[in-house]
């Protein structure tokens, strides 16, 4: 491999490749449109696209795309070639400032949630500058927006940034009262953790349910799972080794500053983890990892799985939201300081973000709501439903201390002994870390964990920058006014503080107890996707993101209609699935079980062996009790979806889908699973669990 400083960045349009490539007046223009949101001329658009055709067709492209990102959560592209004819029969490679700006892909099939009809099909891509351009094979990829013909949202990437923007402005409203003139712009940052499977080519192959549907809908639970905790931190395999050190390289290569790699808790599983990038960057990189997780994967004879929850019985795959704030002068807004007690910059930011997660907790559950991710939350290897914070002893205890008005005596660090003299002593934390909370304060930012591993990264960070502006503006509004700041500040993050405590918890999150204490303090336990969707278009919801210019009511409701309609479209697939792969298969493997058995019994009888206590006896009439519950279990799971296409409004759909189909669904994998253990391993249609975990020597 080449030096990792010489091939970083080496596909991206980034800052030294502008300055190296670009007219000074060219790029200081470029500079003041990244950082200050300036818009650019025609004649400037047209030399920064020349200067970047030319440095990608040294790169080997011949295409540009514009690359965005619709609300299908995936990445879209539609490539043009750079060619024109050039009247003589041949061609001259050109790209002009205006192909550069914008585009116009059809975007009559993309879900709009009734933002547009669907013979209104144009749309429009207009370029993120403070994206970098990347070229991908032989593409050059230019970050965008997508918007309608009238100017709604139709993808993740518009409100993200109009979420920064509204928090960016807020921020600096309050850090002015602190005399911080020089701030002119407050970013937030994120540093998303991605979890993955990794499992062999082969085996993804005999699985319907894992193509169809990325999870597996049926499996019987392998000797050996996770119960030794043997698979995390452990070696890594030479095969995946080789994966990840391919996999470093190629998002090395694009700017992704991909940092930490290891194994995960399940057998198959593993973790990703980049340096904090600006949010908007963040999102982008997190979606190109993801997609070449994926293709890096195929390289090496393997598929990489990101669904939520691919396989029952180990745990499935999160990924945790690293957020944080920071100054354009460099400070970091959540950073506590030495004595974070006499903070009070810190202690203002630090009671926005407790009184916003308190205030909207069910949008941050909304955020991170899907289908397959429902499978995770609550279970004892995620965060449960009920949204909480983790802050952890010290900060609590000042907390305490400002709501009780009584002095904070500091936490002193304390020396760790290892117990013996070879290790040298090393400071202990003043806290600890909480694995069970959704939401916790880990030094200097904010570890939001309840996040699923197939989702974009762009909901919950939307959410997040526009409730803690929320809140930042309200503080702002009233100490704007203030006489005596100090004395107004206290006053303030007093009241506050004691109005939300409640939402912190820096206890164990999957214990039942808690539970029960959660609904004494009032906290919302939104246990599924379709508990948690209707928050998305309340009154609350609804004022505060028009408030701040993040989204329109009506690019709301929109959102409200494509997630309910995800979610019942992935169930419904799910459950077509199951049928398909019961009735062609697992049917047969069944009867052909019952068929060897009988001839076994037949034969012993003829040679005048009692058969009536036999072993064949009761293994036959215990799969064939088992096949006839799953005959009428899949004929009860045929009929509902049957009713189900009876339903028109989306809500009612999804709500038929969790409430019925998804509980067919679960009792007719229970007699599936059973009777997996019965049938020979020659005879059963599909590979087990353990085959597939142990895939990959």
């Not at 997660?357 to 939350?377: C, K, M, P």
């Not at 939300?500 to 029960?516: A, D, L, P, Q, T």
């Not at 049928?579 to 052909?592: Q, T, W």
Request: proline content about 4%.
């Amino acid at each position: 491999m080449s030096k990792v400083t010489e091939i970083f960045g080496s596909k991206v349009f980034n800052d030294e490749t502008m300055k190296e490539r670009l007219p000074k007046d060219a790029y200081k223009a470029l500079r003041h449109t990244i950082e200050e949101g300036k818009p650019l001329d025609r004649d400037l658009a047209n030399v920064i696209a020349h200067a970047m055709k030319e440095w990608a067709i040294e790169l080997g492209a011949t295409h540009f795309t514009h690359w965005f990102q619709p609300m299908t959560g995936v990445t879209a592209e539609k490539h043009d070639s750079f060619i024109q004819p050039d009247g003589n029969g041949k061609v001259i490679m050109t790209f002009s400032g205006k192909e550069l700006v914008k585009g116009e892909p059809d975007a009559s099939s993309f879900p709009s949630g009734g933002l547009r009809a669907t013979f209104e099909a144009r749309g429009y891509t207009a370029w993120d500058p403070t994206s970098p351009v990347f070229v991908k094979d032989d593409t050059l990829c230019i970050p965008t927006a997508f918007c309608s013909y009238s100017g709604e949202a139709l993808d993740k990437k518009t409100p993200l940034l109009r979420s920064m923007e509204a928090l960016d402005k807020q921020a600096v409203r309050v850090l002015k009262l602190f005399g911080h003139d020089d701030v002119k712009r407050v970013i937030t940052t994120v540093g998303p953790e991605q979890e993955y499977f990794l499992i062999d080519s082969e085996m993804f192959n005999k699985r319907p349910d894992l193509i169809y549907t990325g999870r597996t809908l049926f499996g019987a639970k392998p000797p050996k799972g996770q119960e030794l905790d043997d698979h995390y931190f452990g070696t890594i395999k030479p095969r995946v080794s080789a994966y990840m050190k391919e996999l470093d390289e190629e998002l090395w290569k694009l700017g992704i500053l991909a940092k930490t790699k290891h194994n995960e808790v399940a057998p198959a599983q593993h973790e990703l983890a980049p340096i904090f990038s600006t949010t908007n960057i963040a999102t982008d990189h997190n979606q190109l990892t993801m997609e070449i997780m994926k293709v890096v994967a195929k390289r090496h004879g393997m598929t990489c799985l990101l669904h939520e929850k691919p396989f029952a019985g180990v745990n499935g795959s999160g990924k945790h939201n690293n957020w944080s704030i920071s100054t354009d002068t460099g400070v970091n807004l959540l950073e506590p300081g030495a004595t974070p007690s006499q903070n009070t910059q810190f202690l203002l930011f630090l009671t926005a973000v407790i009184k916003a997660v308190d205030e909207y907790q069910d949008l941050l559950r909304v955020s991170v709501a899907s289908a397959g991710n429902d499978h995770r939350l609550g279970a004892n290897e995620a965060p449960p439903a009920i949204i909480s914070m983790f802050i952890g002893d010290e900060l609590e205890a000042i907390v305490e201390s400002i709501i009780e008005g009584t002095d904070y005596t500091d936490v002193k660090k304390k020396k760790m002994s290892i117990g013996t003299s070879v290790v040298p002593s090393i400071s202990q934390d003043t806290t600890d870390r909480n694995r069970t909370s959704p939401f916790a304060f880990t030094g200097n930012k904010f570890e939001f964990r309840s996040l699923g591993s197939a989702a974009s990264i762009s909901g919950p960070n939307i959410i997040l920058n526009t409730i803690v502006a929320e809140e930042l503006d309200k503080f702002a509004t009233e100490l704007e006014k203030a006489k005596d700041l100090d004395k107004a500040i206290e006053k303030l993050v007093k009241r506050e503080l004691t109005a939300h405590k409640r939402i912190i918890f820096n206890g164990n999150g999957y214990s039942e107890e808690w539970v029960k204490e959660a609904e004494k303090r009032g906290l919302t336990n939104l246990k599924s996707t379709v508990d948690a969707l209707p928050a998305f278009v309340s009154q609350k919801a609804i004022d505060v993101f028009t408030k701040h210019s993040v989204l329109t009511e009506q690019e709301l409701y929109s959102r409200y209609d494509i997630q309910l309609e995800n979610y019942y479209k992935v169930i419904d697939i799910e459950a077509l699935t199951m049928d398909a792969m019961v009735k062609k298969n697992i049917m047969a493997a069944a009867s052909d079980y019952q068929y060897t058995l009988a001839e076994t019994l037949n034969a012993k009888a003829a040679t005048g062996i009692k058969i009536d206590s036999s072993v064949e006896k009761k293994r036959l009439e215990q799969a064939s009790e088992l096949t006839v519950k799953m005959d009428e279990r899949l004929e009860k799971l045929e009929s509902d979806i049957e009713k189900g296409k009876e339903l028109t409004e989306t809500y009612d759909l999804a709500k038929f889908h969790h409430d019925v189909i998804f509980a067919d669904m679960n009792e007719l994998r229970e007699v599936v699973d059973e009777l997996e253990t019965l049938v020979p391993s020659d005879i059963w249609p599909y590979p087990t669990y353990g085959e597939i975990l142990y895939s990959v020597k």
